[in-house]
């Protein structure tokens, strides 16, 4: 029986339909139409340039596909699994509307170099798409930072009570995370801006075709240098992967600070009734389960970058099947990042903050011990080990009066060590205590807004280079 697939001139045989099951990608790769459309339109352009092709036929061509990509956004489109991909699909159907001349239109290109375009195209438009989603996110946070640079809360190490710092201070170490992310999402897009149409299958076209133009119709800095590299290439998937799994490590470790802060035992803050759900048995229940899905959602996305390394570690060059299985896990992480950047926006701009938990927070672990310590440094020029054992016994002290440091009077503090003067008192204040870590970047008031100013700034330029 006749062999009818597109490639199937060699084959006495017609394909199983097992085979077409197994080797079909287009139940997933059918997301790729637009780039497929847009990219044959520019080849069919570029092949007109270099006289392969007459005018009259690319004309019919791009009618053709901008008629196809009407069907397949309208619904009308028929997908049928043995065209095996996007790429196959496309062109049977054009083929079917315009004759002999659709047959012209694969004239110096492989479905190897078509399916690289398409997928560099898809994943430096989410690459975009993640940048602006980032940039929302960060003016969220810079706005909140704003009003609460002189919100008292614990800063933590170990999940223990450490140092006073403001809240404000806090939220701008999540956006120098978010910042960074945006920044690799710039740089792998810069490195991966790199047209591969044009390679062929591996060795490069014997047609004098014009891959330049090609290049700088479809928006790419230049063509990519090897072909077979063009075509076997899956660095730019990987790159946006690793973008994707530290996004998702940063707001993994976000979701997990809105839980523990919501919790009764932190109570800094109330997640919108908008953003929480309840439990099936105890109506008392308003559960995180926001926070809660989008640190699970991030082990999914780190799973998808671990499932391309292995996919591709040991493949000769130059393209094989296997990277059949590279794009699942990329719509996958883009399509989890999408969705949870969003939410995670939205549940901050609706949390409600309770400033006077945070401060009462401060009132327990003794948080000004370090201040204490450094006031006998710097005032009555003891050696830091030295004050660091006597602040010890005033927090022994406190400790077995039930008294956090910073209740402690003038009479209870000096009469802990004979070395400590009254003076040392003020620096068991809160307040005092985080303003004078005013160093930069610290976390008193006047250097946290140097730094909400310094983000608000750069956030300026990002916004631009998006424009």
């Known amino acids: 029986m006749e062999n009818k697939k597109l490639w199937g001139g060699r084959f006495s045989q017609s394909a199983a339909s097992l085979l077409d099951e197994f080797n079909a990608s287009l139940p997933f790769d059918k997301k790729l139409y637009t780039q497929d459309i847009l990219g044959s339109q520019i080849h069919a352009q570029m092949l007109e340039k270099c006289g392969i092709l007459k005018h009259n036929e690319v004309q019919k061509i791009k009618k053709a596909l901008t008629q196809i990509q009407k069907e397949i956004e309208e ?74 640079t002189q919100t008292l809360l614990p800063g933590m190490t170990h999940l223990q009570h450490a140092q006073p710092v403001n809240f404000g201070f806090l939220l701008c170490a999540y956006v120098c995370m978010f910042m960074r992310d945006f920044e ?75 839980i523990l802060w919501s919790s009764y035992e932190f109570k800094f803050i109330s997640l919108s009734d908008a953003y929480s759900t309840g439990s099936s048995i105890m109506p008392q229940k308003k559960n995180p389960d926001v926070p809660e899905l989008l640190r699970g959602k991030s082990g999914r996305v780190y799973g998808n970058l671990l499932s391309l390394l292995v996919v591709m570690k040991g493949l000769p060059l130059a393209y094989n099947k296997d990277t059949q299985e590279d794009k699942e896990g990329v719509f996958d992480s883009y399509e989890t990042l999408e969705i949870c ?54 927090v022994a002290y406190a400790e077995e009066r039930g008294k956090d440091l910073s209740e402690l009077s003038i009479q209870e503090l000096c009469s802990c060590d004979e070395r400590i003067p009254k003076e040392a008192h003020q620096s068991l204040n809160l307040e005092n205590s985080m303003n004078s870590r005013n160093s930069y970047g610290g976390t008193s008031t006047k250097a946290t807004l140097v730094q909400i100013e310094s983000l608000q700034a750069w956030l300026k330029i990002a916004k631009a280079s998006l424009e």
Do not use: W
């Open 75 to 148: 619904g009308k489109f028929a997908f049928e699994i043995a065209d095996e991909d996007i790429h196959m699909a496309i062109e049977k159907r054009l083929t079917q509307i315009i004759g002999e001349v659709g047959k012209k239109l694969h004239t110096a290109r492989s479905r190897n170099d078509q399916v690289a375009l398409d997928f560099r195209l898809y994943v430096l438009e989410a690459n975009k798409k993640l940048r602006l989603l980032l940039l929302q996110l960060i003016e969220t946070l810079l706005g909140i930072a704003s009003n609460h």
């Open 184 to 258: 690799r999402l710039e740089s792998s897009f810069k490195r991966n801006n790199y047209c591969p149409l044009g390679a062929a299958a591996l060795a490069g076209t014997p047609y004098q075709t014009d891959r330049f133009f090609v290049a700088q119709k479809l928006g790419f800095i230049a063509p990519t240098l090897n072909a077979t590299d063009s075509v076997s290439d899956r660095d730019f998937a990987l790159d946006f992967l690793y973008d994707c799994s530290l996004i998702a490590l940063h707001f993994s470790r976000m979701a997990e600070e809105l």
């Open 341 to 394: 950047l969003k939410i995670l926006n939205d549940i901050l701009k609706t949390m409600t903050i309770f400033p006077e938990n945070m401060r009462k927070a401060c009132q327990k672990g003794h948080l000004s011990a370090t201040d204490l310590a450094d006031f006998l440094v710097l005032k009555c020029h003891i050696p830091f080990r030295e004050a660091h054992h006597i602040t010890g016994k005033v």
